[in-house]
């Protein structure tokens, strides 16, 4: 194979090409909380072209009124809720399209998820601040395992990044399932966030954890699996193009930093894609090695930034 | 393969062949609470005809003292601490004697972990009682983990279950191992305990946490692999031979319910291995099973139960 397969170009060119511009957010707009060169100018002017932006994250973190509220304070005053894509959003209508006999789950997460959750009728439990057993047998002893009384309504549990993550939480996610009547959707698998050079630990690590407990004798990891809801599940392509009445999928281009999530996203969701060299890949030389770990995170175009909006000189 | 190519037997049977017994504890001697059938008698016959006794648990919840006074209570009342091998112990020895450079190392699991490192020399911090980040911003903020002091003395990360695990341990351990200096070294990946028919997470839980955000794109899971001192690492039966100078492998048996835990330790070892139809396996007939997966889970003898000195009848 080349390297070199795919097309240098720049945000004015596609531009030209294609009128739904799907963005990914870390890396590509923003990192951490700078803005990456001049992104919002670039939204800005795709947004004058009559261009139209959806924000595609997997982070569950924020609802969809909290990310509203960042991107215009970060100066993109027109952001509306309904081009936002955060993966809490996306796991909630996920549930409520293909599960709509599910009216409650429980929650290993975020209280966004809860919040996302209830604007689309799903009744919730669990959560970031529910209690532990946090008392002087720890918080969760074999005599609270055992007697846990599980709620016979709970249809399902939802995994997402939980920065108070137990081992309670982490036990009584396993209880719902491994009873048998709970289905394992999470929100995204992601294994980290880079937060200033250090991996700071993402939803996959919780996933995990909870699946592990869940294999029969621990050796056969093929039993249970969760629906991963967010990139590379092209449902959220599927979602978009469903909520804003878009037929025409040649129209549409997923812009992203991450061959494994971002690219493929585009590619199972059969729309072109766009790798960035703002986030996990700096340099055209590392696309080759991604490449080779799976033919499908190739992109067909790369520009250096999303935020130049004419710059498409690359240096290899 | 024929499914009946072990040996059917009894305790009595062994005791003429063997001189060292090995023993798993759960399933083999006690089932959570409960005696199994008269295991504490069978132990202190197999005594007083001057057999040695070595009780092996991937458990490391307890210290090897814990252990002898439980053994104790149940009756075998000359139970002494040196017959105990809890892979808290196993592991604090595995580091003293494979790593004597390491001073230091953190801990994520109970305090009986810190304790065996103690008794072994070795410095410790973390473990179940560990401050958390429990405050106005959750357990562990981004602000938090980017700011988190390593201490550069840590040198491995030693991770078992904990009961009190928390998204700040779970970052702190990774932390300590992605920033290069920390070994990571694991008591077991047990992926839960059976209490009263419900899987309550185990060791293995916390160990795929950690590993799933160490591993670069979350998608290549082979990067980082613990090092996993319990069964069935036959560390613990070479551990065994030169604390209490044995020399003959030929007069060791390894006892124990769990194919793919005891039966294949006593493979990886070396040493003649007996199957107990009083935990995982309850029947010949699914003994078959577990060696269609992994040919080294088949034991050379069964016994219907290691309570039971005489009884060789087993029903199929």
Same mark, same amino acid.
């Given at each position: 194979?080349?390297?070199?397969?795919?097309?240098?170009?720049?945000?004015?060119?596609?531009?030209? %090409?294609?009128? @739904?511009?799907c963005?990914?957010?870390?890396?590509?707009?923003?990192?951490?909380?700078?803005?990456?060169?001049?992104?919002?100018?670039?939204?800005?002017?795709?947004?004058?072209?009559? %261009?139209?932006?959806?924000?595609?994250?997997?982070?569950?973190?924020?609802?969809?009124?909290? @990310?509203?509220?960042?991107?215009?304070?970060?100066? @993109?005053?027109?952001?509306?809720?309904?081009?936002?894509?955060?993966?809490?959003?996306?796991?909630?209508?996920?549930?409520?399209?293909?599960?709509?006999?599910?009216?409650?789950?429980?929650?290993?997460?975020? *209280?966004?998820?809860?919040?996302? #959750?209830?604007?689309?009728?799903?009744?919730?439990?669990?959560?970031?601040?529910?209690?532990?057993?946090?008392?002087?047998?720890?918080?969760?002893?074999?005599?609270?395992?055992?007697?846990?009384?599980?709620?016979?309504?709970?249809?399902?549990?939802?995994?997402? #990044?939980?920065?108070?993550?137990?081992?309670?939480?982490?036990?009584?996610?396993?209880? @719902?399932?491994?009873?048998? =009547?709970?289905?394992?959707?999470?929100? *995204?698998?992601?294994?980290?966030?880079?937060?200033?050079?250090?991996?700071?630990?993402?939803?996959?690590?919780?996933?995990?954890?909870?699946?592990?407990?869940?294999?029969?004798?621990?050796?056969?990891?093929?039993?249970?699996?969760?629906?991963?809801? =967010?990139?590379? *599940?092209?449902?959220?392509?599927?979602?978009?193009?469903?909520?804003?009445?878009?037929?025409?999928?040649?129209?549409?281009i997923m812009?992203?930093?991450?061959?494994?999530?971002?690219?493929? #996203?585009g590619?199972?969701? =059969?729309i072109?894609r766009?790798?960035?060299?703002?986030?996990?890949?700096?340099?055209?030389?590392?696309?080759?090695?991604?490449?080779?770990?799976?033919?499908?995170?190739?992109?067909?175009?790369?520009?250096?930034?999303?935020? %130049? #909006?004419?710059?498409?000189?690359?240096?290899?």
């Open positions: 194979m080349e390297p070199n397969t795919f097309q240098l170009t720049s945000i004015r060119n596609l531009a030209e %090409k294609y009128d @739904y511009f963005l990914d957010c870390d890396g590509v707009i923003w990192s951490g909380n700078r803005i990456i060169d001049q992104s919002i100018d670039v939204i800005n002017w795709l947004h004058s072209q009559g %261009k139209k932006i959806y924000f595609i994250t997997n982070s569950s973190g924020k609802t969809r009124e909290d @990310y509203r509220i960042r991107i215009q304070k970060m100066g @993109y005053s027109e952001c509306v809720e309904e081009q936002i894509y955060g993966s809490a959003y996306t796991t909630a209508k996920y549930i409520k399209e293909k599960y709509p006999e599910i009216t409650k789950v429980r929650v290993v997460g975020m *209280n966004s998820i809860r919040k996302e #959750l209830s604007a689309q009728g799903i009744d919730s439990e669990g959560g970031e601040d529910e209690l532990t057993f946090d008392n002087s047998t720890g918080y969760m002893s074999m005599d609270d395992f055992e007697k846990y009384p599980l709620d016979p309504a709970v249809k399902a549990v939802v995994v997402g #990044l939980d920065t108070k993550y137990t081992y309670a939480k982490l036990s009584v996610a396993s209880l @719902y399932i491994q009873t048998g =009547g709970a289905k394992f959707i999470a929100t *995204n698998d992601d294994a980290f966030d880079v937060v200033n050079g250090r991996k700071m630990p993402g939803a996959g690590a919780m996933v995990q954890s909870i699946q592990f407990t869940l294999d029969q004798s621990g050796k056969d990891r093929n039993i249970y699996k969760p629906e991963i809801i =967010g990139k590379p *599940n092209p449902y959220v392509i599927e979602l978009i193009m469903r909520d804003n009445n878009i037929t025409d999928k040649t129209k549409m812009i992203g930093d991450r061959p494994d999530t971002d690219i493929l #996203l590619f199972n969701a =059969g072109d766009c790798l960035t060299l703002t986030g996990v890949v700096d340099s055209l030389g590392s696309i080759q090695s991604w490449v080779e770990k799976n033919e499908n995170f190739r992109p067909i175009y790369v520009v250096k930034s999303f935020g %130049k #909006l004419d710059d498409s000189e690359i240096s290899q």
